[in-house]
Each structure stands twice: as structure tokens, then as C-alpha cells.
């Protein structure tokens, strides 16, 4: 016992010393291993007046310890954790709000030395053992913070990937769903921009990057997005001012600065879509990638599984309705990189098609971006594959339900209209101005497999909202008889025709695919009870495929219902 009370005022003494005396309290090597003994003694002790003892001087050490990082030649991280680790511990016995001393760690020390793979690796086991009482006590703090998490998951890579996902759910909350999202997209050019931060400027720690926002003169700044966006520097562009070059410049100047962020500020504009954006995404890839962006690359598409499985469970229809929108409008502004596009475009239209089956009514809420990406069906691959992916919920969900009746005769004339274009000269098969003939067979493909959706969109709808019928079938009557599209539409409209002609059979196969809250039944069921005066059946597509001339089958129906005993 005697031991233990010398050991712990010898490290209280030291720890009041550093207290008065530094200036820089992290240039003192002991310091560190100081507080973590008297942390383990309060812990051992579990004596209040021990802990009273201890926290006044580590509370001046914290506080010297922020104000001093910027002339600091030390790394002030794994410090003020331990100190950190203390105030979250005992903070109820000496009545401390770790909240603003969380904040200032962030703002101070983290957007320095988010590099140092030590401090990185610190921080986020800090967050995993503290995860329960950050979420309940500082629930703000990870989604304030979360860029500059994810500039530090950006630049370590792989290897605190584990870690970082056990942390990925504390980002997620109200005030950052959406913002989070771009942000994770984004990561493999965040990464670009790191890299050309460093080698523009040194070694990324013991600066904030965060700082150039408010800088003076960001000429360093301007020249990284230079050679980044349009691959030449500021001096080619002296010549000129006026230049394309310095126009894309300045277009990606708001970029870089909101991917160089520290802190949440809400949802902004990212400038993807300009013809220079294009160029200074290809510019991106004109060098070889690093190890550190081939990682980000593999690691954007697992961040965003979870993601969409903490959305899926938790997070509220109106945000995910908000959501959906931002996905559309990034499936087709992406890092170019095929393998990276692939992945994250398969998640982005899988998510998008479970919140529709999970909100049907999102379809008719979202009836304006929709009909906006069908017209766009014929920009880009990625957009095209949109527009099967909707026009395919359309029909599956029957424009949003039975009571959105207006809603479904909108986005039914924009099928109807994305049709007739694809039936007249200017968009059938083969584009004249197609010279490449792999590229060409490609486009004919891609159209029919479009006319295919849109034709199954069409008769869906339809079955769904009857008043919708007899416009359905002029249109596939008209593909019907246009033998000049692909065989494969023509022959899928005559069939939804024919099907047409058999109600019954027609709501089963393009009904709903599950029950409506009106009633109706599953599909591919039988209500036996009415099998004597109805035939209700579920006939699959591959059934209905290249069958012609008398039924193949040699059984009736009246071989698979029972007859009713007053019949026997």
C-alpha cells in the first residue's frame, strides 16, 4: 500500500510539473506513460479523491497541449486520447463535458495527424472501446466529423479496415445520411487529392489541410487542382486567362474544397457533371494508380454494402426517398474505373430497387426524376442501365400503387413517348453515324434490351391501372407490327396482346408480385374455391417464349381443379 501511494505521487508530481512549467507538454517522452499509470490507479483505487487529484493538472495539459499543436514538433495524438480516454471515464465524478475537448481533438490534433498511421490506428480503437457511450452522450460528434474519418480510412487503407467499419455506423444519423453518401462515392478521388496535396506541399502531417479554405494566397492549392483536373499547371494557363484549361480550373476549385473538409456543413453541389469535370476525371487516370487509390477503390464498394444495410434497417422513409434522387444522379458520375464503376453502380440500382419494393409509393413521389433519367436512357451505358432498372419498377410496382392514378398515367406517357422514339428512324436498331461495328451491335443490343423493359413496363401498368388499356394496347400493337425492331420486342408485344385478351391470366403473370393492400392474390396461386368459373394461373415468360400454333401441353385445367362434390 505504501508503494502504491509513493508510485502514484511520484507520477502526479511529474504530472504537475509538465502541467506548469511546458509549453509543448507532448515533447516530454514520460508524459504519456505518466498518465496512463495514474489512469490505471484510479482505476485500481476507485478512489474519487485520487481522481479529483488528477484531473486538474490533465486538464491543463490538454488544453496547453491543443493551443500549442500548430508550433508543436511532437505528435500530440496518442496523448491527448489517454487524456481523453480519462475525461470520458470520470468525467461524471468531476462533473467534465468531454464534449468540446472531443471537438478541439478533432479540429486540432486529428485533421493534422490523420496520416500518422500510430495516431489513426489510436483514434479508431478509442472510438470502438468509447463506441456505446459517444452514440448515447456526444451523438453529434461522429457525424459532424465524419470527413475527416473518411480522409483518414482514405489515406490508411486496408489496413484499419476492420476498425473502421465497426466505427462506419456512429458516422450515419439524421443530420448526415445524405451528406455521407458522395462523400463515400467519392473516396478514390479524395485520395487523388490527398496525394497531390502531398506532393505539392510535403508531408501531410502536422498541417491541417482543412486550413486552405481560409487561406490568403492558395496558390499551391490552385495548382494541384490543375495538374489534377486538366493534367497542366498554373503557368500554362498564364498565357490565357481566359483558356478552357483555367475555366475547368476554376470549376474545380468548390470541389476539392468540399472533399478537403474537415467537418459536415451540409449537403453541396459536386460540380460532376461539366464537360471539364469529365476531362479532369479522365485526367485522374492518365498515371499510374498508387497502392493507396487502388485500395480506396476496393474499399469504397464494401463501404457502401454497409451503408445500404444500415439505411435498409434504420433509417427513415423520407431521408431514403431524399436518397434516391442523389443515386441516379451518381450512377453515371463515377471514378473511371470500369471494375470500380461496375461494383458501385450494382449496389447503387440494388438499393434503389429495394427501398421501391419496400415504399412502392416512392415511384410516384419521385415521378420527376424519373421521367428525367428515361429521357436520358440513350446518354451513356450507365444511364441506359438506369432506365431498364426503373422502367422495370415502374411495372413491377404498378407506378407507385392503385391510388396513384395520375402519377401512372404520367410516367406511362413517358414510356409511351420513350417508345414511339425508339420506333421511328432517328432511333431505330443501328445509328446511322455508327461506324464501329462492335460498338454498333452493342448500341442495337442495349436498345432492344431497353424496348424489351420498356414494353413489360408498359403492360404492367396497365394491368395494374385499367384505364390505362386501351392506350397499352395501341402501343404494342404498334411493335407488334413493326417487324423491323428486333424480333425479340415485336414478338414480347404480341404476347402481353394476347395476354390481354385473358384477364385472368393476364393480372397473374403481370399483376403484382406480391399482394396488394387491396387484396388481390399472390401470383402463381389458385383460389380453389373458384376454380369451377375462373381459370387463374401464372404462366412464366420462358413458357410464353417462341411458343406458337395450338397448345404444347396435353393436360386441361380441369385436370389440375378438383371438382366440387356437387358435381361428382
Known amino acids: 500500500m505504501v508503494d502504491r501511494d509513493k508510485e502514484w505521487e511520484f507520477y ?31 482505476k485500481s483505487e476507485k478512489s474519487e479523491n485520487l481522481i479529483a487529484r488528477v484531473y486538474p493538472q490533465l486538464n491543463k495539459i490538454f488544453q496547453r497541449s491543443v493551443a500549442s499543436i500548430s508550433q508543436s514538433q511532437s505528435s500530440n495524438g496518442l496523448l491527448l486520447l489517454a487524456i481523453l480516454q480519462f475525461f470520458l471515464d470520470y468525467g461524471d465524478v468531476v462533473l467534465h463535458d468531454a464534449d468540446p475537448s472531443l471537438r478541439a481533438f478533432f479540429r486540432s490534433c486529428l485533421s493534422r495527424e490523420f496520416a500518422d498511421h500510430v495516431v489513426a490506428e489510436a483514434t479508431l480503437d478509442f472510438l470502438n472501446v468509447n463506441k456505446r457511450k459517444l452514440s448515447t452522450s456526444f451523438s453529434t460528434l461522429l457525424p459532424q466529423f465524419f470527413p475527416l474519418l ?45 496525394e497531390k496535396v502531398e506532393r505539392s506541399s510535403g508531408s501531410l502531417l502536422g498541417s491541417s489541410i482543412a486550413s486552405i479554405q481560409q487561406s490568403a494566397a492558395p496558390e499551391m492549392l490552385l495548382a494541384l487542382m490543375d495538374e489534377a483536373y486538366t493534367g497542366s499547371t498554373i503557368g500554362d494557363g498564364e498565357a490565357d486567362s481566359e483558356s478552357e484549361d483555367s475555366n475547368a480550373m476554376a470549376a474545380a476549385d468548390p470541389l476539392f474544397l468540399e472533399l478537403l473538409k474537415d467537418e459536415n456543413d451540409g449537403l453541396a453541389q459536386r460540380h460532376w457533371t461539366s464537360p471539364g469535370m469529365a476531362a479532369a476525371l479522365q485526367a485522374a487516370l492518365s498515371t499510374p494508380q498508387s ?26 422513409n423520407s431521408l431514403i426517398c431524399a436518397l434516391i434522387p442523389l443515386l441516379m444522379a451518381r450512377n453515371s458520375t463515377l471514378f473511371p474505373d470500369k471494375i470500380f464503376s461496375y461494383e458501385v453502380q450494382k449496389r447503387l440500382l440494388e438499393f434503389m430497387l429495394a427501398a421501391f419494393d419496400r415504399s412502392p409509393d416512392f415511384i410516384a413521389l419521385l415521378k420527376k426524376p424519373i421521367v428525367d433519367r428515361l429521357a436520358e436512357a440513350y446518354d451513356s451505358h450507365a444511364k441506359t442501365e438506369l432506365a431498364l432498372q426503373l422502367c422495370w419498377a415502374i411495372g413491377e410496382h404498378g407506378g407507385g400503387g392503385a391510388s396513384q392514378k395520375d402519377a401512372a398515367r404520367e410516367l406511362f406517357e413517358s414510356l409511351e413517348l420513350l417508345l414511339y422514339e425508339n420506333l421511328s428512324s432517328s432511333r431505330l436498331g443501328l445509328r446511322e453515324s455508327d461506324s464501329n461495328s462492335g460498338s454498333a451491335t452493342f448500341g442495337k443490343s442495349s436498345q432492344s434490351r431497353l424496348l424489351c423493359f420498356v414494353v413489360t413496363a408498359i403492360a404492367k401498368l396497365a394491368t395494374h391501372h385499367r384505364e390505362l388499356l386501351p392506350r397499352a394496347r395501341v402501343c404494342l400493337a404498334k411493335v407488334a407490327r413493326s417487324r423491323i425492331s428486333d424480333a425479340r420486342v415485336w414478338r414480347r408485344a404480341r404476347d402481353y396482346l394476347g395476354l390481354m385478351n385473358e384477364p385472368a391470366i393476364c393480372t397473374s403473370v403481370l399483376g403484382p408480385s406480391r399482394p396488394s393492400r387491396g387484396g388481390m392474390q399472390d401470383p402463381g396461386t389458385v383460389s380453389w374455391n373458384e376454380g369451377g368459373t375462373k381459370m387463374i394461373a401464372h404462366i412464366p415468360f420462358y413458357i410464353l417464349s417462341e411458343q406458337e400454333g395450338p397448345p404444347f401441353h396435353d393436360f386441361s385445367f380441369s385436370d389440375l381443379l378438383p371438382q366440387r362434390e356437387s358435381d361428382l
Not at 504530472?15 to 517522452?29: E, G, M, Q, T, V
Open 291 to 316: 497502392d493507396r487509390l487502388k485500395e480506396a477503390l476496393k474499399l469504397t464498394p464494401r463501404l457502401l454494402d454497409l451503408y445500404f444495410a444500415i439505411a435498409l434497417r434504420d433509417v427513415n
Open 12 to 42: 502526479l508530481r511529474s504530472l504537475s510539473s509538465i502541467a506548469r512549467d511546458s509549453n509543448d507538454p507532448a515533447s516530454d517522452p514520460s508524459l504519456l506513460h505518466s498518465v496512463k499509470k495514474l489512469h490505471e490507479l484510479c
Open 150 to 194: 473518411l480522409k483518414l480510412i482514405a489515406w490508411n487503407g486496408e489496413k484499419l479496415e476492420k476498425s473502421f467499419l465497426r466505427v462506419f455506423p456512429g458516422l450515419m444519423s439524421p443530420g448526415s445520411f445524405l451528406q455521407l453518401f458522395p462523400s463515400l462515392v467519392d473516396l478514390p478521388i479524395l485520395v487523388v487529392a490527398l
